[in-house]
């Protein structure tokens, strides 16, 4: 049974950090790509970095870039992401989902053209 199961979410003040945690099961995590995605109420979602398949090619939309850290532990089958500095703005429930397609930059999100599994999100609030 294919799972993606989001942790490590949870409320942080504003320049703290968190690390969430994407725990996939039932498919070779190396040949997924895996995007973060996040939405905020009323926001469209965004595609806030995504790591490729095979190469671990790392991409970041500005807003986080230099604050943000998306990696990939295959031996325990989960996809990070270290998030430092973090602003009232970054406050949204972040999703991780998976697909066999590269890393697309696309209308300012990263994206996959296609994408086999979704996880349950978790939320991140940044507030003093």
């Known amino acids: 049974q294919v799972q993606l199961v989001e942790s490590g979410g949870g409320l942080v003040q504003p320049g703290g950090s968190l690390r969430l945690s994407c725990a996939t099961s039932g498919f070779t995590l190396d040949d997924y790509s895996i995007v973060w995605f996040r939405q905020a109420p009323g926001k469209e979602r965004e595609g806030v970095s995504c790591?490729?398949?095979?190469?671990?090619?790392?991409y970041y939309i500005d807003s986080v870039k230099g604050r943000f850290t998306i990696s990939r532990d295959n031996a325990k089958n989960t996809v990070y992401l270290q998030m430092n500095s973090l602003k009232p703005e970054d406050t949204a429930t972040y999703y991780c989902?998976?697909?066999?397609?590269?890393?697309?930059?696309?209308?300012?999100?990263?994206?996959?053209?296609?994408?086999?599994?979704w996880g349950q999100g978790t939320q991140v609030t940044v507030s003093s």
């Open positions: 790591i490729s398949k095979g190469d671990g090619n790392a």
């Open positions: 989902a998976a697909g066999t397609d590269t890393c697309t930059y696309y209308s300012g999100s990263y994206v996959l053209n296609e994408y086999d599994w």
